[in-house]
């Protein structure tokens, strides 16, 4: 508890900094929150209740208008966005915020975590503000983490080690980092889009892809890919980010209703995801899916050099002898909860 407590009023305290200049008289403000996930999936019901609270405890000066489903693209196009003033906020996942700040590519190492308390642990603890303070540099702030499971093949055919993985084609968020654990289990990487990734199977351009079950049956992959293979590989977060010109144009008492409201998403987030996973699992059974679940060792030993990878970099390396020392540490409670 302590650790997040003094977390969050560091958080408090810094923001407020970015601030030019901060008008005395509050204005009506309508934020702008575009994301690519569907209007079922969690993070969107999170963020729709938080655009709620802010709206209530604003007595509606601050207001929130959500456009889900990537109707502004994805993550890429929508970071550009704010990075060019057109939007205010958005949803992108680790692997789309690597390319701002390198630390994020830490979520794309293979079996990373040892459990989902170790993840937590690192992504509502110190190391995960560590992470999410650098990307101020590139234009955002980040306002609150997500959790997303963990990410698994599937594809057209079962898949049973990485041996079967041989020659496919499988759809990633493509990173450096990605692409090569795509290429060390003996596949080649396809940079698709998410909201292509349906067409692109259905048309066989590619053999398989990769994510969460919630994700996996939302998107209705799995009625074009029916084999999902628990290999469990990586467990990648989601970040709500908001562009920092538009946080500098808020007043302090938006910004702390903002900041509130976006925090209650994380918990409102993490209570709807296990419930989540477990309904979407038998959905995707009940439309013909087959779970397969595998060794995991064979796919471990074959993502190791990733991790020689990371050694390399000083500061990667660094980061992820952190997260394995957060493993020890005792459970942190978020500061609202
Ligand atoms: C998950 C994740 C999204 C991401 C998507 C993808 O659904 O929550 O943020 O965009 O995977 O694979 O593109």
Redesign the pocket.
């Known amino acids: 508890m302590k650790i997040n407590k003094l977390l969050l009023s560091s958080l408090c305290i810094a923001l407020p900094m970015l601030s030019v200049s901060t008008n005395a008289l509050a204005q009506k403000v309508t934020l702008k929150l575009a994301?690519?996930?569907d209007q079922t999936?969690v993070?969107h019901q999170a963020l729709a209740k938080m655009a709620k609270e802010v709206q209530e405890k604003s007595n509606g000066e601050l207001k929130i208008r959500i456009y889900p489903s990537g109707q502004m693209g994805?993550?890429r196009e929508t970071i550009e966005l704010i990075q060019n003033d057109a939007l205010d906020m958005t949803?992108?996942?680790a692997?789309?915020m690597e390319s701002f700040v390198k630390e994020f590519s830490i979520f794309s190492s293979p079996y990373l975590f040892d459990n989902e308390e170790h993840f937590k642990k690192v992504l509502f603890g110190e190391v995960g503000k560590e992470i999410t303070d650098k990307t101020q540099a590139s234009g955002f702030n980040v306002l609150a983490s997500?959790v997303?499971g963990t990410?698994s093949f599937y594809a057209k055919k079962p898949i049973h080690s990485p041996a079967d993985m041989k020659g496919l084609k499988i759809r990633v968020?493509s990173t450096p980092t990605t692409n090569k654990l795509i290429e060390l289990l003996g596949g080649s990487p396809a940079p698709i889009?998410?909201g292509e990734?349906y067409t692109a199977l259905q048309q066989g351009v590619i053999d398989g892809?990769?994510?969460?079950i919630?994700?996996y049956n939302q998107t209705r992959h799995v009625e074009v890919a029916k084999y999902y293979i628990e290999d469990q590989h990586t467990s990648?977060p989601?970040y709500l980010i908001i562009s920092s010109k538009t946080w500098a144009k808020l007043d302090d008492n938006q910004r702390k209703i903002l900041t509130e409201a976006a925090k209650n998403s994380e918990i409102i987030q993490q209570q709807l995801w296990d419930d989540e996973v477990k309904k979407s699992r038998a959905e995707a059974e009940k439309v013909g899916a087959t779970f397969i679940s595998v060794n995991k060792e064979p796919f471990r030993n074959a993502l190791k050099p990733l991790y020689d990878d990371f050694a390399k970099d000083p500061d990667l390396a660094t980061l992820i002898e952190k997260i394995k020392a957060t493993a020890n540490e005792s459970i942190i409670e978020h500061p609202f909860k």
């Open positions: 994301h690519n996930l999936h993070v994805g993550p949803k992108a996942s692997s789309e997500y997303a990410r968020v889009p998410f990734v892809a990769e994510n969460n919630p994700s990648v989601d």
